[in-house]
């Protein structure tokens, strides 16, 4: 199991895109590591769902900074991160509704049913080596294999963070606009794209944030974890359904609040101007 680390160290200006990439993705190792051994060793919800945050971020870092990694190497990484975040959603799906009943002969059975998934996941983890999985690419990070060493990819290595953070950031806020205004005539899939795209801007933003600090930014971050928690309850709400849970009057009311929540909360997140500056490509 990878130790645990000090404080992450924060971005700063005129460090370089390399070193930028290795102050964010090398936490995040140790963040998998520790809660899949949570998730092996206890049944703690907590495990599983922080597991898949910490491997949705890790895959938001790696498709920022492509340009610099080398594609087979991410490739092989980035398909291994994605199908442990699904086998593990499973889990997380399964406690999330587990945790949602009240009736009692219910959820006596939904209990049992929960302990099967987490039975059968470890398993299937077991066998698929996912302990092996944030060991080994803190290797390839720790001694430069996952970097591209091409002249280009070496000054792509060298450029700025500050040129990246330019770029990365204004490519997840378009599309994320790309989605339209209305959150309403999205349909569920539709809802969970944008829900996920918005994942990344997030994600992206708290990555870059130590750059430009500052009041536009600490109210960006809070309109945005407005939006992400209302749109988190929706994404809640569209699995009890398709698990044949009926909500009751209430909840149903409770969920068009919701609806209208994030609607406004994300029209006021388009008309905020954005924190970062726009700066342009030192690639031409």
Not at 130 to 152: C, D, H, S, Y
């Amino acid at each position: 199991m990878i130790k645990e680390t000090e404080e992450p160290l924060l971005l700063a200006h005129g460090i370089s895109c390399e070193e930028a990439f290795r102050r964010i993705a090398l936490p995040f190792t140790a963040e998998i590591d520790a809660q899949l051994a949570l998730f092996f060793g206890s049944d703690d919800p907590s495990g599983p769902h922080k597991a898949r945050v910490a491997l949705r971020r890790l895959t938001t870092a790696l498709d920022a900074f492509a340009p610099i990694l080398r594609k087979p190497v991410v490739r092989d990484f980035r398909r291994e991160a994605k199908e442990i975040f699904r086998l593990l959603g499973q889990q997380r799906d399964a406690d999330v509704y587990l945790a949602s009943l009240t009736d009692a002969r219910k959820l006596r059975k939904v209990q049992a049913e929960t302990d099967a998934v987490r039975a059968a996941l470890r398993v299937d983890l077991r066998k698929r080596q996912a302990v092996g999985f944030a060991p080994r690419l803190r290797q390839v990070i720790e001694t430069a294999q996952m970097f591209r060493t091409t002249p280009k990819g070496h000054a792509r290595r060298a450029l700025r963070v500050e040129t990246y953070a330019n770029r990365a950031l204004d490519e997840a806020w378009e599309t994320c606009h790309d989605h339209g205004k209305d959150i309403a005539r999205m349909n569920g899939r539709d809802q969970h794209e944008f829900r996920k795209d918005m994942k990344s801007l997030r994600y992206l933003t708290e990555f870059f944030a130590p750059l430009w600090p500052g009041p536009e930014q600490t109210v960006f971050h809070e309109q945005m974890q407005d939006l992400q928690d209302d749109l988190g309850h929706l994404n809640d709400l569209r699995n009890a359904k398709a698990r044949g849970r009926k909500l009751s009057a209430e909840a149903e009311r409770q969920a068009q609040a919701t609806l209208s929540s994030a609607q406004a909360g994300w029209l006021a997140l388009r008309a905020a101007p954005c924190w970062w500056p726009v700066e342009k490509d030192a690639e031409g």
